[in-house]
């Protein structure tokens, strides 16, 4: 089951209980319980459900019984992901402050001679 194969089908629920092994019972709008486990990116971003959470969820057609989550609705904000304005970029010029400056690179080159190999023996600096 792919995501976009269009044989699962995406309902919304509350997790009623946690399990071991990150899995849950999530009970749907429509009362039915489901064992549920966590999508594969929200276990790579570390999203963390406890009992109470609303959740989106994929169930199969075929097997009603079992789902998949796939995101946390958030209660504070219902409409998604707008977070309000991005901040501007670190490198970029502050109101009222000059602006970075780059700084001279400091490392020696070969020809400014760095005490290599080739070093001349004997001879003092």
């Known amino acids: 089951m792919s995501k976009d194969d269009g044989k699962s089908v995406e309902l919304e629920g509350t997790i009623h209980e946690v399990l071991p092994g990150t899995m849950f019972r999530v009970k749907l709008d429509n009362d039915h319980l489901v064992l549920a486990h966590i999508s594969g990116k929200m276990r790579k971003r570390f999203i963390r459900l406890v009992a109470g959470d609303r959740v989106k969820i994929e169930m199969s057609p075929y097997d009603t019984e079992k789902a998949?989550?796939?995101y946390?609705?958030?209660p504070r904000n219902p409409g998604g992901g707008f977070r309000g304005p991005k901040r501007p970029?670190?490198?970029m010029?502050?109101?009222g402050q000059p602006k970075k400056r780059a700084k001279p690179n400091l490392t020696p080159t070969r020809?400014?001679?760095g005490g290599?190999?080739?070093k001349k023996k004997g001879t003092k600096r």
């Open 111 to 113: 020809k400014q001679g």
């Open 116 to 118: 290599g190999p080739n």
């Open 72 to 74: 946390r609705v958030d």
């Open 89 to 91: 970029p670190r490198n």
């Open 93 to 95: 010029a502050r109101p």
């Open 68 to 70: 998949r989550i796939v």
